[in-house]
């Protein structure tokens, strides 16, 4: 960016460096804001039918354009020309805003996505905890669609949503919090520029639950008890047809790129690739491919989830969350503390084996201690039913 | 004037009309569940002064906390105490009109007052290097703050154990409007 | 800095008064509540008002601000567990109706 700006200015004498700066971010803002969503959710929409397909043993899309590339052109034209249907005695306004407070919460995350070396919208001291805070938008989100909709099963899905999504916020920000102390630093960049060995091979654990924790926070499958035709209609957003649902979609997706952006930033080491580096453009241009590649690998193994894995209860979801990710969690953070303070013996690389070390022993322990306890718990169930031996 | 002078005005006056506004909207709508979106509004606009004032990662903490649980678990609350109805009934009570002119009587003496005092504003040279970094605010807080650090986390963790004992229904799970973050 | 201080606690005081207000006049005790949090904001504002054109070098000004936003959602939590409960039993969270402190 900065690359950018001097050559603009060095160009164009009557520009300040004030207005080529601000020329140049309000172009990147624009390009995220406007041109990405739209790639984005038209690219991955096919993808995720393409690759759903081929799991379930079928094609997937074939008919509009070749191969099916124009599915998702036909998916907006549908979604287009539906007819914008309100409830009588709906909240006029806030039935409006939800969606795109919806969509919002997800395309601010954009701003922090170190997408290419050097290029990255606002470099914020705290760029990782802006991210969470933003997810957080999400929740007044959901709240808004079911209430505004006047419907009791909207309002029951938007409990349902919300009681996620705040279930689920806590193990995301346990797994960055030991990619912060593992980093040094909440700057996105700064956290990029650490990762010589990619942080998911040192710190497995924590990259498994981000994944799972990202999955149940953008409510897909199996998480998706929220929106699931056959359980809640169709969840807060039963009310909504035409642009407005299709700006719910539309914010899932955004939620989905997200999410993949910042696994990719956290533990896949960002745009970091041979020959990537801020040097050159042909380095800046190599760092962005990098960083497309990653994300998209990401989010096929998010879509190979959801083709897998069937639907999971809502109590249970809950009970995954709280007893079992948020245990591991602390367990991870107090051992990965511990493992960062230990003395380097030989070789620099021997933080990253004790921090593997810290990982694995956290998932043992914590294996361990949940097979016993559903023994126990199994066992005393038995008892119950059986009558006392 | 410069540019930046006169971005950071014209963002005071939007993030004034925004706040103020907002508060307005909070303490006089009929409708509850929009008096709690207007609170939301307010703070994002007090999330923006902290920008405006280099604390920026007050305004992040400001919107995870505030914005993401509170206002959540307040919107939760008017949920859970007023079923679907949506009244349209007055939400003031017969001391309005007094209310108002002994907060109006309390600005104005608290305007005069500060208008009147001479701060002892810091150097030039000290005003443009605000002591920003997070390191050393994390430091802080386990260093010289680490007692009411320590006090807060048990106030905390009262809080969180009293509201759920509170709300809970006789003998049955606790409603779902408990689930406080606690971060 | 382009916004002298006695405009940053203007805007702090007017907000504190409408909190103020809010506490005062309004029948719902959520309403009430809504009031509360518009003063601690207020309250919020000031101290990094203070922090940033007194003592910008140090850093007391924000970590207070952290505790004030902490206190508040604590506060937040155990009064609306309070008027949760309170609803359960009266079915009415008006203000003046709670008014037995036994029933």
């Known amino acids: ?389 | 004037m410069t540019i930046e002078h006169a971005v950071q005005i014209f963002a005071f006056i939007i993030l004034t009309l925004m706040t103020l506004g907002g508060g307005l909207a909070v303490v006089t709508s009929r409708n509850l569940f929009h008096a709690a979106l207007f609170l939301v509004l307010s703070l994002a606009g007090a999330m923006g002064y902290y920008v405006l004032l280099d604390a920026g990662f007050l305004a992040i903490v400001q919107l995870l906390i505030y914005i993401g649980a509170i206002s959540v678990l307040i919107l939760f609350a008017i949920m859970l105490t007023r079923g679907l109805m949506m009244s349209g009934q007055v939400q003031r009570n017969e001391q309005w009109w007094i209310a108002a002119l002994v907060v109006f009587l309390i600005f104005v003496v608290l305007v005069v007052t500060l208008w009147q005092t001479t701060w002892p504003i810091a150097e030039a040279e000290a005003l443009r290097t605000p002591n920003v970094a997070i390191a050393q605010l994390g430091a802080a807080l386990v260093g010289p703050y680490a007692i009411p650090f320590e006090v807060i986390s048990l106030l905390l963790l009262v809080a969180l154990v009293g509201a759920i004992v509170l709300a809970r229904e006789e003998g049955n799970q606790p409603a779902q409007a408990d689930a406080e973050t606690g971060e | 800095m382009a916004i002298p201080l006695p405009w940053w606690l203007t805007v702090a005081a007017a907000l504190f008064a409408i909190g103020l207000y809010g506490v005062l006049s309004r029948r719902n005790a959520i309403g009430v509540l809504l009031g509360i949090e518009l003063m601690l904001n207020a309250a919020n504002i000031n101290l990094v008002a203070f922090w940033r054109h007194i003592t910008p070098q140090a850093l007391t000004g924000q970590v207070f601000a952290i505790f004030v936003i902490g206190i508040a959602a604590a506060e937040a939590a155990a009064g609306l567990a309070i008027i949760i409960s309170a609803y359960r039993r009266r079915r009415t969270v008006v203000v003046d109706e709670l008014d037995t402190m036994r029933w």
């Open chain 1, 1 to 389: 960016m900065e690359a950018l700006i001097n050559w603009l200015v060095t160009t164009f004498p009557p520009l300040s460096e004030g207005l080529a700066r601000f020329i140049v971010y309000v172009l990147y803002s624009a390009v995220l804001a406007f041109v990405a969503p739209v790639i984005i959710v038209v690219g991955y929409t096919y993808m995720e039918r393409k690759v759903l397909a081929r799991i379930q043993d079928r094609i997937g899309p074939n008919r509009a354009g070749p191969l099916g590339l124009f599915q998702g052109l036909a998916d907006a034209i549908k979604m287009l020309t539906k007819e914008d249907v309100t409830p009588v005695c709906a909240d006029r306004v806030v039935f409006n805003l939800a969606p795109i407070l919806a969509t919002m919460a997800a395309i601010l995350v954009f701003a922090v996505l170190p997408v290419a070396p050097g290029v990255i919208g606002a470099d914020l001291q705290a760029g990782i905890l802006y991210v969470v805070a933003v997810g957080a938008l999400g929740e007044v989100a959901a709240l808004m669609a079911g209430w505004s909709s006047r419907n009791k099963f909207a309002l029951l899905g938007a409990f349902r949503a919300v009681a996620q999504l705040i279930a689920y916020e806590i193990p995301i920000v346990l797994a960055i919090l030991v990619v912060v102390m593992a980093a040094g630093s909440m700057q996105m960049s700064v956290i990029v520029a650490a990762q010589d060995v990619p942080f998911g091979l040192v710190l497995p654990v924590a990259f498994l639950i981000f994944l799972v924790a990202s999955i149940a926070e953008i409510g897909r499958s199996p998480f998706d008890l929220i929106e699931a035709e056959s359980e809640i209609v169709a969840g807060f957003h039963t009310e909504y047809s035409g642009m407005k649902f299709a700006f719910f979609f539309i914010g899932e997706y955004m939620h989905l790129f997200a999410s993949a952006g910042i696994a990719t930033t956290l533990f896949l080491g960002g745009w970091r690739g041979p020959f990537a580096g801020p040097d050159s453009w042909f380095g800046v241009l190599l760092g962005f491919i990098y960083f497309v590649i990653k994300t998209t690998a990401v989010i096929w193994v998010m879509m190979w989830v959801r083709g897998t894995l069937f639907r999971i209860r809502i109590d249970h979801l809950l009970d995954f969350a709280w007893k079992f990710l948020v245990p591991l969690g602390l367990i991870l953070v107090v051992t990965v503390a511990v493992a960062l303070k230990l003395p380097v013996i030989g070789a620099s690389s021997s933080r990253w084996v004790a921090l593997l070390a810290a990982n694995l022993a956290a998932a043992l322990l914590m294996m361990l201690s949940v097979s016993v306890l559903a023994r126990r718990s199994r066992s005393a169930a038995l008892r119950e039913v059986a009558g006392v031996e």
